[in-house]
């Protein structure tokens, strides 16, 4: 790998618009492939040297990452409602936690061994259709341009359409040192729901790194965003309430908003050009997580382009759907939507739905149902655990939301 500074083309075979976690993983699953020959260049505003983000997921089986995980659970601490108060055992699956900076450092480690990719510090201005199937790539270091395909993740959409459910994951953490221990580095806590909801979706989650250091984070599903003293109010409260501790260290912040929205993607919003990661809609509507679904999409994203050679051409042709925006989507898609209605008309409180998920499943099998694993079947077994009326009125709402988008 070169720095675009140091020795740069006008032409590549592919681009790749941001390098954050989709646009490096995307060139981490390019390198392993039939198509790591070709000439790649990755654009990031930022040197992706700092820990930005803190990933959390959960896996069943050996990780493509696993050198680079930071913590690894087997259970997670779930406070809910009805009492419900308990250490969950995740059978099959492990909760893992990287870091990001530990991520990037990894990724650009491989790919650093492959001459053909370069990578360019500049901001990403525009993208121009040439009139051959090259697209040129716009930065703030001049032009670039790829002959095969341009893969952006600098785009954000708004999510400002009313038609659809538009909700944001907004948080903000602290990784606390505190000088007497105060967690047990072998249980996280994923939901803690023993918080003010102001009829909201509000809890806190705890990733303990040691005895006495872990990321506190306070988080939020609304509409709606929080003067930041009252995020940090939230979190010394929680410490104080349910950690007690009262003497700490603030190591590192970290602050996030994520959409959660039913609004439809464009994966290709124009010939020679697809969106990933956020941009691409890879982020779950209902839970906001997206790191285990960036890796999937983007593993068949390049068993799809090695299919057809790496021809950029060839590929859209098979991706014809990427074209359009589907609201039309499918049962998961339906699922998500549901979910985000009740969340949003406050139909039922959402603690007490994630405490039916938690309490009425094996916990094992929730995460699966996150994964969007399950069947038919387990699905409408699970639902059948959480209040009924709510949902069904919200399935009608996106069941008429539907209709109407079809015959708009
Ligand atoms: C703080 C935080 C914590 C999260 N934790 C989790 C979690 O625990 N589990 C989970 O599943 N998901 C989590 N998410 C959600 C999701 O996994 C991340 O947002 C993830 O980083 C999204 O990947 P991405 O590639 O779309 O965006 P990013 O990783 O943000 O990458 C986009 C890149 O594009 C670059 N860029 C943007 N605009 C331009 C431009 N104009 N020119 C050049 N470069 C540009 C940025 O510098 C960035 O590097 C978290 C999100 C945040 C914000």
């Known amino acids: 790998m070169s720095t675009a500074s140091e020795t740069y083309s ?44 803190t990933w959390c997921f959960w896996e069943a089986e050996s990780g493509k990452f696993d050198q680079i995980i930071q913590q690894k659970w087997k259970g997670v601490w779930f406070h809910g ?6 250490f969950l055992p995740i059978d099959e699956y492990a909760y893992k936690l990287i870091r990001s900076e530990n991520f990037y ?9 492959n001459p053909n990719i370069t990578l360019l510090q500049a901001g990403v201005l525009s993208f121009q259709k040439l009139s051959n199937q090259s697209t040129e790539v716009y930065t703030t270091k001049g032009y670039f341009e790829a002959s095969e395909l341009v893969f952006d993740s600098t785009f954000r959409s708004p999510y400002t359409d009313t038609r659809y459910n538009q909700m944001l994951q907004h948080f903000k953490g602290w990784v606390i040192e505190t000088t007497e221990p105060a967690f047990d580095e072998t249980q996280p806590t ?43 109010k939230a979190l ?6 349910h950690v007690k501790v009262d003497k700490y260290r603030i190591e590192e912040v970290e602050n996030g908003v994520i959409p959660m929205s039913d ?14 990661g956020t941009s691409g809609g890879f982020v779950k509507a209902s839970t906001g997580y997206s790191f285990t679904r960036t890796q999937r999409f ?92 709510p949902f069904i009125k919200s399935a009608f709402v996106v069941i008429f939301k539907k209709i109407k988008y079809i015959f708009r």
């Open 10 to 53: 006008s032409k590549y075979d592919y681009i790749i618009a941001g390098g954050g976690l989709a646009g490096l993983s995307l060139a981490y699953y390019l390198n392993e492939s039939g198509l790591r020959n070709a000439k790649i260049l990755i654009i990031d505003q930022s040197v992706k040297k700092e820990n930005d983000k």
């Open 81 to 86: 409602t009805r009492e419900f108060n308990r």
């Open 105 to 113: 450092q990894f990724v650009l480690q491989k790919l650093s061994q």
């Open 190 to 232: 994923m939901f803690d729901f023993r918080i003010e909801q102001r009829e909201e979706c509000r809890f806190v989650y705890v990733l303990p790194y040691s005895k006495t250091k872990a990321l506190v984070e306070y988080t939020i599903f609304s509409d709606n965003l929080l003067p930041e003293e009252e995020y940090e």
């Open 236 to 241: 010394e409260s929680y410490l104080k309430t």
């Open 263 to 276: 609004e439809p993607h464009i994966r290709m919003p124009s010939s020679g050009i697809v969106r990933i």
């Open 298 to 389: 983007l593993q068949k994203l390049v068993s799809d382009l090695e299919a057809v050679g790496g021809n950029g051409k060839a590929f859209e042709q098979s991706h014809q759907t990427w074209k359009k925006a589907i609201y039309i989507s499918d049962w998961k898609g339906f699922l998500d939507s549901i979910l985000l209605d009740v969340m949003l008309q406050k139909r039922h409180s959402s603690k007490d739905i994630f405490t039916c998920l938690f309490s009425k499943n094996r916990p094992a099998q929730i995460l699966k149902f996150l994964d969007e694993d399950t069947s038919l079947f387990e699905d409408l077994a699970i639902m059948n655990t959480v209040p009924i009326i």
